[in-house]
């Protein structure tokens, strides 16, 4: 390894594991502390110079690259001032200085820093230092306790959970070890989820996902060598985005089936409904205050409107022209992926789709690292069998 390739790396390292770690921070009771924002104020300028200093001092840019990220970059901060919401400017930067960068190592870094923050946040919650919100609610005549382990909601930490489980399968070598422990991470994680933070959906979705990562290997090892079946897979994140769109628009309580779907997903279909008839679907973004339960612990209110899809969040808060771009974009990284018979990442990006359907967090890097391969790279030769 280079020094010049040593460099960069580790200058884009340092600015991602700040940025993790501040989005980390917003999703956890420590940002009620008295020192969280010493802690943000630590963390952005680093984030900032780093990202940029990568971006003006190390890369090469072409003009036609130019121009993709002014128009890129332009777009984030229309959406970011109209919508309030400063993440996605920070996202694009961090999507444009990830060129050249191997995502194996961006990987590695999530795979670390995640689940150590993760721990230390559970130990802090345990230790009475920040508050361990319990939820309780009554199902099937039990009452069940949802912890949030330090985490403002308990599908948070699960959420978090659920995405160790998905980057560990991607970045996990390929012998009959690393599939043991896949396994068991992904029994015990599915187990937390749903015994000691009652998060149905995450619990689930990692059973899910254990099906659809080995169905691929069986079936999809080669999948880069069919035309036809790669160029389907393209359209997997679109499919998922209008599915849910049109479930949401349609849905009526009249009718049995969506009223099923919309019970089976506790009631978020009626309250993505409620929002697309209460607001406009904006050109570049609109600020809507979402009203959730996170951060205490309360009944929910006549307030209440939370829209916990990705997709719809997307479309109500940032926009049509944003939305497309972000689809855009994630086609691309599958075609990318697919055409170097990745089957790994079709089995991520199935998942990643279906539970943008049902969660809030596609935009979220602390979560979806998986954004950064548009830009940076991944085992670029055809993937070799497990």
């Not at 998060?199 to 691929?216: G, H, P, Q």
């Not at 570049?284 to 719809?312: C, H, P, R, T």
């Not at 990006?349 to 890097?365: G, Q, T, V």
Request: one cysteine or more; glycine letters at 4%; hydrophobic letters at 50%.
């Amino acid at each position: 390894m280079s020094d010049k390739y040593s460099n960069k790396t580790v200058i884009y390292l340092i600015g991602l594991v700040c940025y993790i770690t501040n989005m980390f921070l917003n999703y956890s009771m420590f940002k009620y502390t008295s020192g969280i924002l010493l802690a943000k104020f630590t963390l952005f300028p680093i984030i900032i110079l780093c990202l940029f200093y990568k971006i003006l001092f190390i890369d090469k840019v072409s003009l036609k690259e130019l121009i993709f990220y002014l128009l890129f970059v332009g777009i984030a901060v229309i959406v970011s001032i109209k919508s309030g919401n400063r993440q996605i400017l920070t996202l694009s930067l961090l999507i444009i200085s990830s060129k050249n960068i191997n995502f194996r190592y961006i990987l590695l870094t999530f795979l670390i820093i995640v689940p150590l923050l993760l721990f230390i946040t559970f130990l802090f919650s345990q230790a009475n230092i920040i508050p361990n919100l319990q939820y309780f609610r009554v199902r099937e005549g039990e009452l069940k306790i949802r912890n949030s382990y330090g985490m403002i909601y308990p599908t948070i930490f699960a959420a978090y959970l659920q995405y160790i489980v998905i980057g560990y399968s991607y970045f996990m070598r390929k012998n009959s070890l690393s599939h043991i422990t896949f396994i068991i991470l992904s029994i015990l994680c599915f187990f937390i989820c749903l015994y000691m933070a009652d998060a149905r959906m995450s619990a689930y979705s990692i059973v899910l996902y254990l099906f659809i990562f080995y169905f691929c290997s069986l079936f999809f090892r080669n999948i880069g060598q069919y035309k036809i079946l790669s160029t389907l897979t393209v359209f997997i994140f679109p499919l998922f985005f209008c599915a849910i769109y049109f479930l949401s628009a349609k849905y009526d309580p009249s009718s049995s089936i969506l009223e099923t779907i919309n019970s089976a997903l506790s009631g978020r279909l009626r309250l993505a409904h409620s929002a697309l008839e209460t607001y406009d679907i904006p050109l570049l973004g609109q600020e809507i205050k979402f009203v959730g339960l996170g951060g205490a612990v309360q009944d929910m209110g006549e307030d209440y409107n939370y829209v916990d899809s990705s997709f719809l969040q997307f479309l109500l808060s940032y926009g049509t022209i944003f939305s497309i771009f972000s689809t855009l974009l994630m086609m691309v990284i599958t075609w990318k992926r697919i055409k170097l018979s990745d089957y790994r990442f079709l089995a991520i990006i199935i998942i990643l789709s279906f539970n943008s359907m049902i969660e809030d967090r596609l935009l979220d890097i602390s979560v979806n690292i998986y954004w950064l391969l548009a830009l940076a790279y991944y085992n670029n030769t055809r993937i070799k069998h497990d």
